[in-house]
DNA sequence: ATGTAGCCTCGGTACAAGAC
DNA sequence: GTCTTGTACCGAGGCTACAT
C-alpha cells in the first residue's frame, strides 16, 4: 500500500493507524520539518515502526510499518496524560487501552467522574483533556515481558512527549515498570521525583484485576485525588 | 542490594446439573 | 444426545514485606 498523509497532529496519526492492519506498509508526509527524533517518537507512540526518514522539500517523508499496538491517544491540551506499562493483547484487539476483562479502570474511573463515557479514550481526550499512552508500546500478556531496557527507552520517549506536549500532570498506571524504568525498587506509590518533560509524576497501582493490591474503591479514591491534583495544577 | 514468599484477585478450564 | 449455565479449582499476575 502506497499513501501520501500530511501529518500535523498524533491524533491524525492515531485515525490512521486505526483504519490499517499490522505490516501495513503506510508513507507519510510531514509538511514542516520536525527533528528526526520527533518524527520517530510521534510514529512509535502512535503505533508504527519508523523504516526510513528522507527530506522533502522543507518537509520530511516517511516510509513506515503498521504496529500490533495500541496507539497514544495525545494532544497539547491534556490536563492529565495517563500512562500504562504496555498494552495487553485484549486491548490491542479492542482497539482501547486497559481493555482486558478484569481491568478496572474504566469502571473506577468513570465512577471517580475521571472520563464520562466507558471505554472511549477518544472521548476522554476531547471531553475530559485526559490522554493515554504507555511506557512501552510493544503489546504483550504481562507486564513482566517487558525488559529493563524497553522500560528505560519508553522513559526517555515519554519525557520528549511530555516536554513537546506539556499535560498538566502525569500519572503512571503501574509502579513495577516505574521501578524497572528508573531502576530504582525503592520507588514508592505517589508523587515522584523524577520528573517526565518538565511534568509533575504521580504513580498510581495498575488496574489490572491481577493486581491485588489494590480494589475498585481504593481506585476510585486515587482517581480522585488526582483530579483534584490536575485541577490544582491547572489554575 | 537482591531474592523470594505470600497476599489477594482474576481468568481459564474442567466438570456437573439442568433444560430442551 | 446436545447445549447452556453454574460452580469449583488452580495457576498467573502485580505488588508488598521480609529474609539474606
Known amino acids: 500500500m502506497r499513501e501520501i498523509v500530511d501529518v500535523s497532529i498524533p491524533k491524525a496519526l492515531h485515525n490512521l493507524h486505526t483504519t490499517r492492519s499490522p505490516g501495513d506498509a503506510v508513507e507519510l508526509l510531514f509538511g514542516t520539518s520536525p527533528s528526526r527524533q520527533r518524527i520517530a517518537d510521534v510514529l512509535e507512540g502512535a503505533g508504527f515502526e519508523t523504516l526510513k526518514i528522507t527530506s522533502h522539500g522543507a518537509g520530511a517523508h516517511v516510509e513506515s510499518q503498521v504496529l500490533p499496538t495500541l496507539p497514544d491517544t495525545v494532544s497539547s ?35 471517580a467522574g475521571l472520563v464520562s463515557k466507558d471505554r472511549d479514550p477518544l472521548h476522554a481526550l476531547k471531553h475530559h483533556q485526559v490522554g493515554m499512552s504507555d511506557l512501552v508500546k510493544r503489546a504483550s500478556t504481562k507486564a513482566a515481558a517487558i525488559s529493563d531496557v524497553e522500560y528505560q527507552a519508553g522513559v526517555a520517549r515519554l519525557d520528549r512527549l511530555c516536554g513537546w506536549l506539556s499535560p498538566g500532570i502525569v500519572c503512571v498506571l503501574g509502579i513495577t515498570g516505574w521501578r524497572s524504568a528508573l531502576n530504582d525498587r525503592n520507588l514508592r506509590l505517589g508523587r515522584q521525583t523524577t520528573q517526565l518533560g518538565g511534568r509533575t509524576v504521580y504513580v498510581l497501582p495498575n488496574p489490572s484485576g491481577l493486581n491485588a493490591h489494590t480494589n475498585h474503591a481504593d481506585l476510585v479514591k486515587r482517581f480522585k485525588e488526582l483530579m483534584k491534583i490536575a485541577d490544582i495544577s491547572a489554575s
Open 77 to 111: 491540551k491534556m490536563r492529565m496524560l495517563l500512562v500504562g506499562l504496555n498494552p495487553s493483547l485484549h486491548s490491542v484487539e479492542a482497539g482501547y487501552g486497559f481493555a482486558g476483562p478484569g481491568n478496572r479502570f474504566w469502571s473506577a474511573g468513570t465512577e
